[in-house]
């Protein structure tokens, strides 16, 4: 037994210190429905309290654990209470000054990233939504730790397509407003279909309608250890021994976020929410989802075959996942953010990689069309059915997706886009620029698919 756990030990050092695994966020999910008033000044006044009551030792102590086990935790974020629910109950609506009021008190409690300037108007949107909505370019260039999510579309109600046009616009004013930084606005807003309420990962964390008071949610993250345990398997190994393979090592990586994520719940005094499995990417090299697509045999990330060597690596991570943990939650699987992953960013560089084959992708993989630079001229109309294909996918699925596309001022294809530290950077991708304005022009929803009708 000693022997085995001496292995064990030495594995994960290995994990760490080699391959890149870390512990890519703690974050701590708070409710704000105890925060309304008619007072937009006073709910700034409660949010600012809550948080610095709930979240004054999240740094220090996810700081003390790192150390203690020698593990990195890459950030450390907070995810609230859609804002526009909150925002709501001012008879003044003044979303950018809490947005504001948000950004000083992350700064304060020392986060990197705070989550839930968010609405959710997948049937329609209240007036809180609308002014949160028009709210959120403004918001975006004023601060720097805010992340925005809007979820647009849900297996049951359809796709809201006035709101998805309304996102368009968005999308490029939060990328004009930032022309400075690349657009990086853009690229903290999120558009979902089926959004999940305990997802740790920004932009799209918030914490939803249906959660507890306070959670204490990790995300794992380790592209590296997947890589390195696949490459280590026979060339001829068939796919039965490569998933097992994959599973065996999400299990490992699983059981350490989950312990961290434990320790740090309980020194917080907060119950443990969920551990989200995903398999997030950096620009480091060897931390790259693409560079498993490489192990399994492909050439490059975008050859025939990456989408399915992609659904076996989401299940295989689920399913190893779940073994080692009950309370497996957020998005769970594969990330492929264009601009986070040294691989794909390669891919894109070398032309391997197009809108259509991401898109592609995205119907197997976590999420969907994420951290993806394109042209700052592109229309409205363009990226408005951009977000509504995306949608489309996770509807008729019954899966999350989302798009987070930066249309980056100034730049053209064959430019690239600079965003810094774990955004990364990215080529500028082509778009189909054929007209889809007599579409999503239209109006209204788009019905939920038939089997939504599985009461």
Known sequence: MSLFNAQNILETINMIKVQNLDIRTVTLALSLRDCMSEDYKVVGEKIRNKILKYAKNLYEYASELEDEYSIPIV??????????????????????????????????????????????????????????????????SVTERICSSINLATSKAGINMDAVLKMGEIVKQAAQKTANADGIGAAKLVCFCNVPGDNPFMAGAFHGVGEPEYALNVGVSGPGVVRAAVEKLPKDADFGELANKIKQTAFKITTTGELVGRKLASRLGIPFGVIDLSLAPTPAVGDSVAGIFQAMGLEHAGAHGTTAALAMLNDAVKKGGIMASSYVGGLSGAFIPVSEDAGMIEAADKGYLSIEKLEAMTSVCSVGLDMIAIPGDTSVDTISAMIADEMAIGMINKKTTAVRIIPVPG?????????????????????????????????????????????
Do not use: W
Request: proline share 5%; glycine share 10%.
């Open 75 to 140: 950030n450390k974020r907070i995810a609230l209470t859609p804002i526009a629910l909150v925002g709501e109950s001012c008879k003044e609506y003044n979303y950018v000054y809490l947005a504001k009021i948000l950004d000083e008190v992350a700064k304060e409690v020392k986060v990197d990233f705070i989550g839930g300037f968010s609405a959710l108007v997948e049937k329609g949107c209240t007036r809180g939504d609308n002014a949160l909505i028009e709210a959120i370019p403004e918001a975006l």
């Open 411 to 455: 730049k053209n294809v064959g430019d690239k886009a600079v965003f810094g530290g774990l955004l990364g950077e990215a080529p500028i991708i082509k778009v189909n620029n054929l007209s889809a304005q007599d579409f999503v022009r239209r109006g209204g929803r788009i019905p939920a698919p038939i089997h939504s009708l599985n009461n």
